[in-house]
């Protein structure tokens, strides 16, 4: 692909963005209570797992599909992509206080094995824990969606932070605008365009910043997916589950 322009990229105009021209909103997602909990819950998986990462987090935990039955969650989620939507992937990351945290610039609908149609999909982030800009909340791009998918690679592995392995980001930092920290207490959320290209920097707080990722889709949205991606969860529509995992661990 070739930064700016693939080829799949052409097929949409920008006028298809779900969540209009700024490229995001914000929401709230659950009550500050709820939040409070499911942060304990989140800090208990993490211990007993040994990971700051917890991918598919809701294939896993009960208290994390849960989350995915939010009426505010699912009302957003109805009136920026239809009735029918399924989850594609969660990705939870707990930073813990004062630690080398930050995740690269990167766009959510793209990547090595993954290409989203961006009419059709979605992407959000639950603050679980308040976000701010000293804990390493999210930071967007502003109006960077208007570029288009651009080339993905894998960034070098910081071996100062506390996340493992190689994370995915832009080829071409040219393309970064101004960022924008987007403060969040806990409960509330963003709802973004998958193009839209974000990041977040490390924790330098004495608190812990815990937030949820999620990719959302409608039918025909998926582009490219790898086969062992694991299974979509459909949370609104005729074929929505209940929501509760069988393959719960805890
Ligand atoms: O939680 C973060 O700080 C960033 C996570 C993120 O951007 C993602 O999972 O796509």
Redesign the pocket.
């Known amino acids: 692909m070739k930064a700016g322009q693939p080829s799949q990229e052409r097929r949409f105009s920008f006028s298809e963005c779900p969540v209009g021209d700024a490229g995001f909103i914000r929401f709230p997602w659950l009550p500050p209570a709820t939040a409070a909990t499911i942060a304990t819950e989140c800090l208990r998986a993490t211990a007993q797992l040994g990971t700051y990462v917890l991918p598919n987090v809701h294939l896993k935990f009960r208290w994390a599909s849960q989350m995915l039955s939010s009426p505010s969650l699912l009302s957003t989620l109805n009136t920026l992509l239809g009735p029918d939507v399924a989850v594609e992937n969660t ?1 939870l ?1 707990a ?1 813990p206080p004062h630690s080398v ?1 930050a ?1 690269p610039p ?1 766009q ?1 609908g793209t990547n090595d094995t993954l290409l989203l149609d961006p009419a059709k999909s979605g ?1 959000s ?1 639950l603050a679980i824990a308040d976000a701010t800009l000293c804990n ?3 930071r967007i791009y502003t109006g960077s969606h208007r570029f288009g998918y651009l080339a993905f690679c894998r960034a070098a592995r910081d071996p100062t932070s506390v996340f493992n392995g190689t994370p995915g980001t832009i080829a071409d930092q040219a393309h970064l605008t101004v960022a924008k920290a987007c403060d969040l207490t806990a409960g509330q959320a963003l709802a973004f365009d998958v193009r839209l290209i ?3 920097l490390s924790n330098e707080s004495p608190d812990w ?1 815990i ?1 949820l ?1 999620i990719r959302l889709v409608a039918p025909g949205a998926v582009l490219k997916r790898d086969a062992s991606a694991g299974p979509m969860w459909a949370v609104t529509g005729s074929s929505a589950r209940v929501p509760y995992a069988p393959d719960a661990t805890l």
């Open positions: 990705f990351i930073k945290s995740v990167h959510d992407a982030w390493g909340c999210r974000h990041d977040s910043r937030g990722n």
